[in-house]
């Protein structure tokens, strides 16, 4: 299985990116998705997760601004980030808990950069 970001990039502050994340490989169902984000210097933190029951949580920094929605079909997973500030700058990773048929697996991407920055 391999996950794999996209959508990072450089955008002004009170911009949007919509950040997507694509699951392949040997996958018989998805269970739980979650974006992370880590700063320099920082630890790993969670920003928005969901599982395959729909509930959703986020972060205090990302309530209101953020959304994480999944396109089941395709094995995607999406976050909205709308009214971007500068201390949303960071590597943003997406983990996915993936069932194969025989055992549950977490998967992690390699991670895509946000910049927020006028």
């Known amino acids: 299985v391999q996950v794999v970001e996209s959508g990072g990039g450089l955008v002004q502050p009170g911009g949007s990116l919509r950040l997507s994340c694509v699951a392949s490989g040997s996958i018989f169902s998805v269970e739980a998705v979650g974006w992370y984000r880590q700063a320099p210097g920082k630890q790993r933190e969670l920003v928005a997760a969901?599982?395959?029951?729909?509930?959703?949580n986020y972060s205090d920094s990302a309530k209101g601004r953020f959304t994480i929605s999944r396109d089941h079909a395709r094995n995607t997973v999406y976050l909205q980030m709308n009214r971007l500030k500068p201390e949303d700058t960071a590597v943003y990773y997406c983990n996915q808990r993936i069932y194969n048929g025989l055992n549950f697996g977490v998967y992690w991407g390699q991670g895509t950069q946000v910049t927020v920055s006028s």
């Open positions: 969901t599982s395959s029951g729909e509930s959703t």
